[in-house]
């Protein structure tokens, strides 16, 4: 019998609209391989009863000749974003047992467009981190080990689950957040594809904030065209976000046409970093010569102020953080603590004292300090101008190029504990992805090739604003010329 | 920082000599809108608790704004009704500090770039004197919610249904030099807010707060320290909080103190001020765009959309009433004080008009029965110009009857108290009761040849040259006609009869 | 280079209203200080006359209608509270 999680978005898509499938059985087979994971840590809320629900209405619709790309289909969903009468927490303590009284507008157009929902996935608490070890469900392990080894590595962050359930086959897709790279970086160490769109193509209505003017909604998927498939059901116009964009979505399936004849590809000069291991560079190549062999003009080009959007980054992304966090007070939600006879305000230093973790913690205090009285100038201000200069350099670099290629991320997934300890260490997994974050810009990342250690790595596509058409164009032609059939071996399931 | 004369020339002694007061004021003006700033719930006041909110004004998580038009439309009127400029870009920033009633941990402001500039309010100090008085800036922000510390032993309540309500933040110059002068600001303010219908004005529901700021120096010395006086809710309140915290800072200075620049409260019970440290420390409010809104931007099309929108203004109708009506500085500018007072006046000169009456002439007469007897029945009734029983066409036939001789106008303030409890027109009770003018001369004249008959030692001493008992058998004659004879005619027949 | 101190810490730490026990605040402020040192290197960079960017999205704001379109959902909004009386939040009494 074949196994119904292998399928892709798209063979279960067509399978179900050909009456070979139903979502019913989709659904049992990954409620099934959710259970046989859980060593994974992927899922910190399983909704079984409510995905068969959602699957024989998907199948009765089907049947009703109203099949949408993705009904019938199981995805998992990121615990950032808010799903009614079903725990979301963004992964922290100081959300417990909050079940919001409302569904926000990504997972509700995927709801409407048929999705079925598996459940809810870890991440690092509130989408901050780069190793989904700041979760207070525990970390995620990454179904990736390396050739050879039984030693287990983190599968990227902050939307560990989301990579996770889906390279092991215990979700079809997911959705996740990209704030600096939170999309790209865990594809790129799982093997999977994991598209960032242009900021304002979804809603953040109803997803937990971080960083308000970088958070952005996308899919993680196992091939490129599943991952237009569910882009284009999550993004959409909607009034309820003042920075969302009234833009038409375009059929991005449509733009896997293999053809990048006559596209001109910048290769950003700065993005070669002394420190990039070997293997990555060599990937690289590889990837410029796919691209040269499709067709493609490859250049040079140069993004002069690269080197400063991680220190921005971690000015304005706090900033922003400090103050989208300081509605976690115990009042109207979630954590609540109070020590014996204390007042309001020992209510909310406890509170928030308990119910955050150390990285939060560390960057709502970087935050407040940045935005503080004598210092926002010198920090806050600054990093705003910088960030400009970051969006200049995209700007300029995309009059002569239609994409740039770049490693995703600077190395493959490490182990747990190994960067824990460094907080900039731990940042800089993020110095090829933070860059198109504060521009907005649309980012991919595609696996193409596997460490010298049989890790998986991703090449990072980058687009101008709103032109996810050639960004989906050519991922295609990368994932394709690729070839990449690696698979991690399921020690999970033993 | 160069300040206007202090023309109203109030000091305050103290032990070492004269000082001067110098106020500025904050006020907050909650927005006339159906809706919320940034969500849909309603603003109505006196809503069942937490009824009026929505998920955005609770702060859940994900939650976000989304703009009120109209609010924004209501500031730029506001702005353009102060004569003051308008930004067509400005920004909306987050000021950032916990407080129970504050759900998102911050309140949606506008600090750097605010939608209104500098403008103007010209005051009204009594006695034709008028003072402009410099506004420094209007911005839009969101109201908070309300906490009741005084429901249960150990817990505070927190209703939101105020939160997210939007308000007007508008800030004067540090213009004002007295408590009357503050009195008038506000009064003006509020006059203002509630023709063009931006505010209503209502400071016992909360929708006026003045936040006042008071500084003292002795003559000719530069500005003083000032302190705030956080959210004093009535204009008698304002004007005691002003005195009494210039008096404590005068002590203070005088006992070779320093005042220190703190937020206070006025405590009307005790009639003084106090310091609110408990808000004051680490108050750091970490200003910054707030990221889930663009910058707010309008065109010269909405401006003058709402300029075109605005109704005559109080300062212009006052000057026209003047100026076309003839009427007293101080008759016009009672008038004008409220919308619904200078309607009623119009209305009812129109209702002369359509009646074949010369405006121009009854003008000052009808200003002056509706400041007087009107005015002074509502008062006395509590009830406000709206409420009034007698409606303009009653009170223009009324006015029509004085004017055609029909009734005198002492009968007239009697027909008056009966409209205004009965609601009958005045002819109506004219004639019911009988009240009609005697103006026949032969019936005066026999009534007056009976008067002089009853009193002829009057008449006596009359021609002996005390001719003010003229006034005297007046009173007679007027009395024996119930009022009713047309004094004019009682005079001008009287005279010849007593000077034989 | 700047240098943040358990003073400083203890100070943001009391404005973001989080609870540091004392024995959090020297390896904070050497975190936080080394953090600090590194975002510094912006002051490199030349941004005289640059418009500081706020957000990505090149648009003004788009203005709702003023019409009630939400709230009466009093039981959805008290739905989660960690305390509630009689249809309001509670929280400890604050004295003002
Ligand atoms: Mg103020
Ligand atoms: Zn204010």
């Not at chain 2, 002439?361 to 406000?384: C, M, R």
């Amino acid at each position: 019998m074949t196994d119904l999680t292998k399928f892709t978005i798209a063979e279960a898509r067509d399978g179900l609209r050909k009456g070979d499938i139903t979502s019913r059985e989709l659904t049992e087979a990954h409620i099934a391989a959710i259970e046989a994971a859980d060593v994974l840590n992927a899922y910190i809320v399983k909704t079984p009863e409510k995905a068969l629900a959602m699957a024989d209405a998907a199948d009765a619709r089907v049947k009703a000749g109203d099949a949408p790309a993705m009904a019938g289909i199981p995805i998992g969903i990121k615990d950032l974003f808010a799903t009614e009468g079903v725990r979301t927490t963004a992964c922290s303590h100081i959300l417990d047992g909050f079940e919001p009284a409302y569904e926000s507008t990504v997972t509700q157009n995927l709801w409407d467009a048929g999705a079925v929902m598996l459940g809810k996935l870890n991440m690092d608490e509130f989408a901050m981190g780069s190793s989904n070890e700041n979760s207070y469900y525990g970390p995620v392990k990454n179904p990736w080990r390396a050739e050879g080894s039984n030693e287990h590595f983190v599968p990227g962050g902050s939307s560990g689950g989301s990579v996770a359930s889906v390279a092991a086959y215990t979700a079809m897709g997911a959705t996740a957040s990209d704030t600096g790279g939170s999309i790209r970086q865990p594809a790129s160490f799982t093997g999977t594809v994991g598209v960032k769109p242009t900021y304002g193509r979804c809603s953040r209505y109803g997803m937990v904030a971080f960083a308000s003017s970088l958070d952005q909604a996308g899919p993680v998927t196992r091939t490129v065209r599943d991952a237009a498939i569910m882009l284009e059901a999550m993004t959409g116009y909607d009034p309820k976000d003042s920075t969302s964009i009234n833009r038409e979505v375009p059929n991005f399936e449509a733009a896997l046409t293999g053809d990048i004849r006559g596209k001109t590809i910048g290769i950003p000069k700065e993005y070669r970093l002394d420190e990039t291991p070997e293997d990555i560079l060599k990937l690289w190549d590889q990837g410029i010569g796919w691209l040269k062999d499709a067709g493609a003009n490859v250049v040079d080009v140069s993004l002069p102020h690269t080197k400063y959007a991680l220190p921005t980054y971690y000015i304005v992304a706090p900033a922003e953080a400090s103050s989208n966090l300081a509605r976690y007070d115990g009042v109207r939600y979630g954590l609540r603590d109070v020590p014996q006879g204390g007042n309001l305000t020992d209510m909310y230093e406890t509170t928030r004292g308990h119910g955050f973790g150390d990285e939060v913690k560390r960057r709502v205090l970087m935050g407040t300090y940045v935005l503080s009285a004598g210092y926002y100038d010198a920090y806050y201000l600054k990093a705003q101008r910088v960030r400009q200069l970051i969006a200049k350099d995209f700007r300029d670099a995309f009059e002569s190029v239609d994409a740039l290629l770049t490693p995703t991320a600077p190395s493959a997934a490490f182990a747990f504990g190994s960067k824990s300890n460094d907080p900039i260490a731990m940042y800089l997994n993020d110095v090829f992805t933070v860059p198109a974050s504060l521009a907005g810009l649309p980012g991919a990342s595609v696996p193409a090739g596997l460490s010298a250690d049989g890790l998986p790595l991703g090449l990072q596509v980058l687009t101008p604003a709103f032109d996810e058409m050639t960004l989906f164009t050519i991922c295609g032609v990368l994932e394709e010329a690729a070839a990449f059939t690696a698979k991690p071996d399921a020690w999970w399931t033993a | 920082m160069e300040l206007p004369p202090n023309i109203s020339g109030y000091r305050i002694a103290g032990a070492t000599g004269d000082f001067e007061v110098v106020i500025g004021m904050e006020v907050h003006a909650q927005v006339t809108s159906k809706s919320k700033l940034f969500s849909g719930a309603a603003t109505e006041f006196g809503a069942e608790p937490n009824a009026q909110v929505s998920l955005v004004d609770a702060a859940m998580p994900g939650m976000l704004p989304t703009i009120n038009r109209e609010c924004v439309r209501q500031a730029v009127r506001t702005g353009l009704a102060l004569g003051a400029e308008i930004n067509r870009f400005s920004v909306f920033d987050r000021k950032n500090y916990f407080y129970a009633d504050l759900p998102q941990g911050y309140q949606i402001s506008q600090f750097k770039h605010p939608v209104v500039g500098e403008g103007t309010i010209v005051i009204d100090l009594g006695e034709g004197k008028h003072k402009d008085v410099g506004v420094e800036r209007i911005h839009l922000e969101q109201d908070a919610g309300k906490s009741m510390h005084d429901q249960h032993p150990d817990l505070t309540f927190v209703d939101l249904n105020r939160s997210g309500v939007a308000l007007m933040e508008i800030v004067s110059k540090p213009h004002l030099n007295s408590p009357d002068e503050a009195g008038a600001y506000l009064t003006k303010l509020r006059t203002i807010l509630r023709y063009i219908g931006s505010c209503d004005g209502n400071m016992e529901q909360g929708s006026m707060r003045a936040d006042v700021n008071v500084s003292v120096r002795r003559e000719g010395e530069p500005l003083g320290t000032r302190c705030e006086i956080k959210n004093v809710n009535s204009i008698r309140f304002v004007r005691q909080a002003i005195e009494v915290e210039a008096r404590r800072q005068i002590d203070v200075i005088e006992a070779g103190g320093s005042v220190d620049q703190e937020t206070r409260l006025f405590d009307p019970v005790k009639g003084e001020t106090r310091s609110m440290r408990s808000k004051e420390e680490a108050h750091d409010y970490r200003y910054f765009p707030d990221p889930d809104l663009l910058p707010l931007e309008f065109d010269d099309g909405f401006i003058d959309a709402a300029r075109d929108s605005l109704p005559e203004l109080p300062d212009d109708k006052r000057a026209r009433l003047v100026s076309t009506l003839g009427l007293s500085d101080y008759n016009a500018s009672v008038l004008v004080a409220e919308k619904e007072s200078a309607d009623y006046f119009e209305a009812l000169l129109a209702a002369l008009a359509d009646r074949g009456a010369d405006t121009s002439k009854l003008a000052q007469k009808a200003a002056n029965w509706v400041i007087g007897d009107l005015f002074g029945a509502l008062n006395k009734a509590g009830k406000s110009i709206t409420e009034t029983p007698v409606g303009v066409d009653a009170g223009a036939q009324l006015l029509m009857l004085i004017d055609e001789g029909t009734i005198s106008g002492r009968i007239a303030k009697d027909v008056f108290e009966i409209m205004f409890e009965t609601g009958d027109s005045p002819a109506k009770i004219v004639e019911e009761k009988g009240l009609k003018q005697v103006s026949d001369t032969g019936e005066i004249e026999a009534i007056i040849d009976q008067v002089i008959a009853e009193n002829p030692g009057q008449l006596a001493q009359y021609r002996d040259g005390k001719t003010k008992l003229q006034g005297f058998f007046v009173g007679q004659v007027m009395k024996a006609t119930g009022g009713k004879a047309n004094p004019a005619m009682v005079n001008q027949l009287l005279k010849p009869k007593l000077d034989g | 280079m700047s240098n943040i101190n358990e003073d400083t810490v203890a100070r943001i730490a009391r404005l973001a209203r989080l609870k540091l026990e004392p024995e959090q605040l020297a390896p904070m402020a050497t975190e936080l200080t080394s953090i600090l040192d590194w975002v510094e290197q912006l002051g490199e960079v030349d941004t005289d006359g640059i418009e500081p960017m706020a957000s990505p999205v090149d648009a003004k704001l788009v203005w709702r209608d003023d019409a009630v379109s939400d709230g009466n959902i009093q039981d959805k909004v008290l739905k989660n509270a960690p305390r509630r009386e009689y249809g309001f939040f509670a929280v400890p009494k604050v004295i003002e």
